[in-house]
């Protein structure tokens, strides 16, 4: 009988040990099974239901990790290997997971009270705290886990992103100071205090600070773009200075990356691919990069080179014709063959994103009406429009489309100046705006030119510009439409396919002074072209 009962011990051990080894391996269905097969033998074993529970939370079965976790806590004692406190804790987590706050919260401050000096039941309740925004609560959370562990720096820095946020500044800079000079290594304090340096518009010491702890795990620019259309030259200064220090092709090709994109951030675009061309040259003619891929792509879009931009926008779709990242590829794909005058292909394009992805859907259907619209096929664009409203009905770009053809195709001013209206309500700020189109399809001129004025002093440029010469010409006046087009063109603008077709600029396309102004900059782009060359 002995015997029999240490057979049957060794064997329960035996499934316990193999389920925290499937746990480890993230094989979690396995270790349920091992789990409930070693509870069949131990019923009553407080760490085997810790054991499942984790695995049902990981799982997002959260009804059966918190029955389990109840069981934890129930048969829970001394000998066990969890500690209440972290029983406790542990429940509180998948309490949050379900959004359960006063569930959470109640269990984050029984695990406390279990288990005092539990650094984690702390830092889990900090964490709360924090996302509560209950920036006190959690600083304390944080300080208590600090002098329990005062040689682990991320209490330090838990505190000090509660002093940001309730904005004591001072008191967060000296911390942060003081962490970087004794943790010199330590990237997320100096991200941190570069981030106080960017909210302070002190963009140098930012740019200083970012690049300084940017490394080749860290790949999120955003903050530095951002910085460089600030401080551009600094910015290039620093990046350039990380590239040439490069001992190797891994570290050189990454910051000839960053560079690229610092490039991009200022429309310096040819700067841009001849970066993205140094990047290939470090990798075999077998490796094909993504990144050297999209980012020649917008570069040479930018560039208005709609045929090496389609060529590339081509080769990223072949290679990733099934992610999330396909519809916005062949939607950018769709206007290089628009602007290349290849309307059937901008269609294909288009119905093949409306077919694929709902969420692109409405923007697919802008274009591929604009498309129709080209086309003079009226009756299809005016479809588009209605099945795009369908989808997203406060669709500003849509609304206008729909309404500008009901007015001037149409001639339905009713419905027309329904949409119009709608775009006021819907489109109050001066970026990436249609309002003023709508103000002027009302009559409403003066309106018109008080905001589009807004839009030229918030981005100046080359295509706002375009934008205000398509204004001007609807309203007749033909000089300030040339002009604004003459601006724009000057900035860089060099979409000449669309200039030619776009019903806009109607009103001066047959003026000599139109003719003469696009044929000086045909002019201009040939012979760009030739200097390449040469």
Excluded at 405 to 417: C, F, P, S, V
Excluded at 485 to 495: D, I, Q, T
Aim: aromatic share 12%; with cysteine; glycine share 2%.
């Amino acid at each position: 009988m002995l015997a029999m009962l240490l057979a049957m011990s060794s064997f329960a051990q035996t499934k316990l040990e193999l389920a925290k080894q499937a746990m480890s391996n993230d094989d979690y269905d396995t270790a349920i099974q091992y789990t409930t097969d070693y509870l069949k033998t131990a019923p009553k074993d407080a760490d085997a239901y810790a054991i499942r529970a984790k695995c049902f939370k990981e799982k997002k079965a959260f009804k059966a990790a918190i029955a389990d976790a109840d069981m934890a806590i129930k048969y829970w004692n001394n000998k066990n290997e969890h500690k209440l406190g972290t029983l406790y804790c542990f429940r509180g987590m998948i309490y949050e997971s379900v959004n359960n706050e006063q569930k959470t919260i109640a269990d984050y401050n029984t695990a406390v009270k279990k288990d005092s000096k539990n650094v984690i039941c702390y830092s889990h309740r900090g964490d709360f705290y924090y996302k509560q925004q209950k920036y006190d609560k959690a600083a304390s959370d944080y300080r208590v886990a600090s002098s329990i562990e005062p040689t682990e720096p991320k209490w330090i820095l838990g505190i000090t992103r509660c002093l940001l946020r309730q904005s004591k500044e001072e008191e967060a800079i000296a911390i942060l100071d003081s962490l970087i000079l004794y943790e010199p290594m330590l990237a997320e304090a100096k991200q941190l205090r570069a981030s106080v340096y960017f909210q302070q518009e002190d963009y140098k010491s930012f740019v200083d600070m970012y690049v300084a702890y940017l490394s080749l795990e860290q790949g999120e620019l955003d903050m530095l773009l951002a910085a460089a259309t600030k401080e551009y030259a600094h910015t290039l200064k620093a990046v350039t200075e990380k590239l040439k220090a490069a001992t190797d092709n891994d570290t050189r090709f990454y910051w000839l990356g960053v560079r690229a994109r610092v490039y991009q951030a200022k429309e310096q675009y040819n700067e841009a691919l001849a970066d993205l061309h140094s990047m290939q040259s470090l990798l075999s003619d077998s490796i094909v990069s993504p990144f050297i891929l999209y980012y020649s792509a917008e570069s040479y879009y930018g560039l208005y080179e709609y045929s090496e931009a389609a060529e590339y926008y081509s080769k990223l779709i072949a290679m990733d014709s099934i992610s999330e990242n396909s519809s916005a590829y062949l939607f950018k794909r769709a206007f290089c063959y628009s602007s290349l005058g290849r309307h059937q292909q901008s269609i294909a394009d288009f119905t093949k994103i409306i077919e694929n992805d709902i969420a692109f859907a409405p923007m697919a259907y802008y274009g591929r009406g604009l498309e129709n619209e080209v086309l003079k096929e009226f009756d299809n664009a005016q479809e588009d429009y209605n099945k795009g409203l369908l989808l997203d009905e406060n669709n500003v770009p849509l609304t206008l489309m729909r309404g500008r053809l009901l007015l001037l195709q149409k001639q339905d001013t009713i419905r027309a100046n329904k949409d119009f209206k709608k775009i006021l309500e819907l489109d109050t700020i001066p970026v990436n705006s249609c309002r003023q189109y709508a103000l002027v399809y009302m009559g409403k001129y003066d309106e018109a030119i008080e905001w589009n004025n807004k839009i030229l002093e918030t981005a100046p440029n080359a295509d706002n510009y375009y934008d205000a010469a398509c204004l001007y010409a609807r309203m007749n006046r033909g000089q300030d439409a040339l002009k604004y087009l003459k601006e724009s063109l000057e900035l860089g603008y060099r979409n000449f396919v669309h200039i030619e077709e776009d019903c806009d600029l109607d009103a001066i396309r047959n003026t000599q002074s139109f003719k003469e102004l696009i044929a000086k900059y045909k002019k201009e782009g040939v012979q760009n072209i030739f200097n390449k060359l040469k």
